[in-house]
């Protein structure tokens, strides 16, 4: 048992000092909680960010050139702001991105705006203004590269990212 | 960069008389470049006199820069007659004018006794017979490409009647990397692409480089500190300074005409960006906009009188468009109304036109229209291309453009007729190209 936790532990902490090293701009005690970046697919212990990123859902996405809050982010984000009540100690980074079909001043101002308007249902739904940073990426960072329609709707998005050590 | 030395090579009794005794009258030699075709110019670049390659090496710099101006068009050097064996002498014009080179540039370069180059130049007019422009220069050799560069300028000055852009420099920001993880790097270069360095090492995202126009210092938005804010940087010291802490985003910083003030966006707390000049002095910010919208992009009129800029104010999902409003933020007064989202507006270094990015029908075009938004014209039409700069003289425009399934973006520039776009060598991936002022 121990011996296979072992090996499945030492991708997921490789993967994480790859993330840190690459992603300058991320503050040191940030936890990058994307399934996809982990490498991991299980669901994770309760109260853990492997929990919020596959169980509730750490991103919301966007409808081109918009910050409206979708129906279906709604639903994300009612969870996000759930669990966050259930588990109080952790901070939060909602960062704001844009697809590569803007131009680069513009996006950045898109990004905050999606972030913006993420934090304010967040607020509205409980989650105190205090533990939530926002910041803008811009179409600097897509999670998804091909160039049509598959890949802008996926980066149109707003990650909550946590931060700061659960309970 | 300082030590450039130029005096005035006088025609010279030997080049005088001849010419213009026996040849006929003849127009002044002159490229309209305000025609709509130009035809290009034939000239013939001799290679400068010298013990080693630095002559050729020279003559190189001047016909690439000239031929990339799409004004003139080198003849090849398998059909020069005339060997130049004493560039002091008038050259034989009719074995020039017989391959049909108008123009004709001989030189020589030689090294002083204190280790200085001195280059020196003519140009010919081969049929008035005449030496239409004499000079030389002392320099470091070190600075030989800015020696070719000048007296590009000096041609093209002479032949067009306009300002060269030839001595300048260009700063971009270098891509590496994966897309999702792009590694972003400040680099400058010469506007051919010479003499490329780094001026920040990857670490942070960093976005949107513009020059001073009076300091070798640039304005740029970086992620350093976690927030990104738009930050100065001394081009020769590589140090580095923020422009204003402020508790949310700063960004797309651009300096005014006389270098005093630095206007960008400022992130509201409620998700809009608002457009502010800080004087560098001072260190006191004005509030120029205040609107629930995205006003970006701002880029002062060269009289400093104006500023145009991004904003989606006019409501709808996603309409940004063009704006122009006092300096102080006066009387704001849209002026795109073409079919599309239109941002990144650029002022011209002439007050003219300003350049743009569009997008329509799913592809991203740069253009150009005047300052009241008449006479829109598209010089180019891509899967993504955008973030205009002007050549000094507003005569040319960079730009980045990344075709699809590229991978990346590449540096390119058009001139303001739209036929000739150049590629700019880049080594890597490039973008957010800004254009310096003539050197000093």
Same mark, same amino acid.
């Given at each position: 048992?121990?011996?296979?936790?072992?090996?499945?532990?030492?991708?997921?902490?490789?993967?994480?000092?790859?993330?840190?090293?690459?992603?300058?701009?991320?503050?040191?005690?940030?936890?990058?909680?994307?399934?996809?970046?982990?490498?991991?697919?299980?669901?994770?212990?309760?109260?853990?960010?492997?929990?919020?990123?596959?169980?509730?859902?750490?991103?919301?996405?966007?409808?081109? =050139?918009?910050?409206?809050?979708?129906? =279906?982010?709604?639903?994300?984000?009612?969870?996000?702001?759930?669990?966050?009540?259930?588990?109080?100690?952790?901070?939060?980074?909602?960062?704001?991105?844009? =697809?590569?079909?803007?131009?680069?001043?513009?996006?950045?101002?898109?990004?905050?705006?999606?972030?913006?308007?993420?934090?304010?249902?967040?607020?509205?739904?409980?989650?105190?203004?205090?533990?939530?940073?926002?910041?803008?990426?811009?179409?600097?960072?897509?999670?998804?590269?091909?160039?049509?329609?598959?890949?802008?709707?996926?980066?149109?998005?707003?990650?909550?990212?946590?931060?700061?050590?659960?309970? | 960069?300082?030590?450039?030395?130029?005096?005035?090579?006088?025609?010279?009794?030997?080049?005088?008389?001849?010419?213009?005794?026996?040849?006929?009258?003849?127009?002044?030699?002159?490229?309209?470049?305000?025609?709509?075709? @130009?035809?290009?110019?034939?000239?013939?670049?001799?290679?400068?006199?010298?013990?080693?390659?630095?002559?050729?090496?020279?003559?190189? @710099?001047?016909?690439?820069?000239?031929?990339?101006?799409?004004?003139?068009?080198? #003849?090849?050097?398998?059909?020069?007659?005339?060997?130049?064996?004493?560039?002091?002498?008038?050259? $034989?014009?009719?074995?020039?004018?017989?391959?049909?080179?108008?123009?004709?540039?001989?030189?020589?370069?030689?090294?002083? &006794?204190?280790?200085?180059?001195?280059?020196?130049?003519?140009?010919?007019?081969?049929?008035?017979?005449?030496?239409?422009?004499?000079?030389?220069?002392?320099?470091?050799?070190?600075?030989?490409?800015?020696?070719?560069?000048?007296?590009?300028?000096?041609?093209?000055?002479?032949?067009?009647?306009?300002?060269?852009?030839?001595?300048?420099?260009?700063?971009?920001?270098?891509?590496?990397?994966?897309?999702?993880? $792009?590694?972003?790097?400040?680099?400058?270069?010469?506007?051919?692409?010479?003499?490329?360095?780094?001026?920040?090492?990857?670490?942070?995202?960093?976005?949107?480089?513009?020059?001073?126009?009076? $300091?070798?210092?640039?304005?740029?938005?970086?992620?350093?500190?976690?927030?990104?804010?738009?930050?100065?940087?001394?081009?020769?010291?590589?140090? $580095?300074?923020?422009?204003?802490?402020?508790?949310?985003?700063?960004?797309?910083?651009?300096?005014?005409?006389?270098?005093?003030?630095?206007?960008?966006?400022?992130?509201?707390?409620?998700?809009?960006?608002?457009?502010?000049?800080?004087?560098?002095?001072?260190?006191?910010?004005?509030?120029?906009?205040?609107?629930? &919208?995205?006003?970006?992009?701002?880029?002062?009129?060269?009289?400093?009188?104006?500023?145009?800029?991004?904003?989606?104010?006019?409501?709808?999902?996603?309409?940004?468009?063009?704006?122009?409003?006092?300096?102080?933020?006066?009387?704001?007064?849209?002026?795109?109304?073409?079919?599309? #989202?239109?941002?990144?507006?650029?002022?011209?270094?002439?007050?003219?036109?300003?350049?743009?990015?569009?997008?329509?029908?799913?592809?991203?075009?740069?253009?150009?229209?005047?300052?009241?938004?008449?006479?829109?014209?598209?010089?180019?039409?891509?899967?993504?291309?955008?973030?205009?700069?002007?050549?000094?003289?507003?005569? #040319?425009?960079?730009?980045?453009?990344?075709?699809?399934?590229?991978?990346?973006?590449?540096?390119?520039?058009?001139?303001?007729?739209?036929?000739?776009?150049?590629?700019?060598?880049?080594?890597?991936?490039?973008?957010?190209?800004?254009?310096?002022?003539?050197?000093?």
């Amino acid at each position: 048992m121990s011996r296979i936790e072992t090996m499945t532990k030492a991708p997921v902490m490789l993967a994480l000092a790859a993330m840190l090293a690459v992603a300058g701009c991320a503050s040191k005690n940030e936890i990058p909680n994307s399934a996809a970046d982990l490498g991991i697919g299980g669901a994770g212990a309760p109260g853990s960010p492997q929990e919020f990123t596959v169980k509730v859902g750490d991103r919301i996405f966007f409808d081109t =050139d918009s910050s409206a809050i979708r129906a =279906d982010a709604q639903a994300t984000l009612a969870r996000q702001a759930q669990w966050l009540a259930q588990y109080p100690t952790y901070q939060i980074t909602i960062e704001g991105h844009a =697809d590569e079909r803007g131009t680069r001043e513009y996006n950045l101002a898109l990004g905050a705006r999606r972030a913006a308007a993420t934090r304010d249902f967040l607020v509205a739904r409980g989650v105190p203004g205090t533990r939530i940073n926002t910041i803008s990426y811009g179409k600097e960072r897509p999670v998804a590269v091909c160039d049509d329609i598959s890949c802008w709707s996926q980066n149109r998005r707003a990650v909550t990212v946590l931060r700061g050590a659960g309970s | 960069m300082k030590n450039l030395l130029k005096t005035v090579l006088l025609a010279g009794s030997l080049a005088l008389g001849l010419a213009g005794a026996i040849l006929p009258a003849h127009a002044v030699l002159e490229i309209d470049v305000n025609k709509g075709v @130009v035809e290009p110019l034939p000239i013939a670049i001799t290679d400068f006199l010298s013990g080693d390659s630095l002559g050729a090496d020279i003559s190189g @710099v001047i016909e690439a820069d000239l031929k990339r101006s799409g004004l003139f068009a080198p #003849v090849d050097k398998a059909a020069f007659i005339e060997k130049i064996s004493n560039p002091d002498v008038a050259p $034989r014009f009719s074995d020039w004018t017989v391959i049909n080179a108008q123009a004709l540039v001989t030189g020589r370069v030689t090294t002083e &006794a204190d280790g200085r180059v001195r280059a020196e130049f003519r140009l010919w007019d081969t049929y008035a017979g005449q030496q239409l422009v004499g000079e030389q220069y002392f320099a470091n050799k070190a600075n030989w490409r800015r020696i070719s560069h000048i007296i590009a300028d000096t041609i093209y000055q002479r032949l067009t009647g306009e300002k060269g852009y030839f001595d300048t420099r260009v700063v971009f920001v270098d891509e590496s990397g994966s897309k999702d993880k $792009r590694v972003k790097r400040l680099a400058i270069m010469d506007q051919d692409g010479a003499n490329q360095r780094f001026l920040t090492d990857g670490s942070s995202i960093v976005l949107t480089p513009r020059f001073s126009p009076t $300091r070798q210092e640039i304005t740029y938005m970086s992620y350093e500190r976690g927030q990104p804010q738009v930050y100065l940087l001394q081009i020769e010291t590589g140090q $580095r300074e923020l422009v204003a802490n402020f508790p949310n985003m700063t960004f797309a910083p651009r300096f005014s005409p006389d270098g005093q003030k630095v206007v960008m966006s400022l992130l509201r707390d409620d998700g809009n960006s608002n457009i502010f000049a800080m004087d560098l002095r001072s260190r006191n910010t004005q509030r120029l906009t205040n609107s629930t &919208a995205i006003d970006t992009s701002p880029s002062y009129s060269p009289d400093g009188s104006q500023i145009v800029f991004t904003s989606d104010r006019g409501g709808g999902t996603g309409r940004s468009q063009i704006y122009v409003m006092g300096a102080d933020g006066s009387n704001p007064k849209r002026i795109s109304f073409g079919e599309g #989202v239109y941002s990144t507006p650029v002022w011209s270094p002439r007050g003219d036109l300003i350049a743009f990015t569009k997008q329509t029908a799913g592809q991203f075009q740069i253009g150009v229209m005047r300052t009241d938004g008449s006479g829109e014209r598209i010089l180019s039409s891509g899967f993504l291309q955008e973030g205009p700069t002007w050549a000094p003289n507003g005569r #040319v425009l960079m730009f980045f453009r990344e075709a699809a399934g590229s991978g990346g973006p590449k540096l390119f520039s058009i001139d303001l007729t739209g036929r000739n776009e150049q590629p700019v060598p880049t080594p890597h991936f490039a973008s957010d190209p800004a254009w310096s002022p003539l050197l000093e």
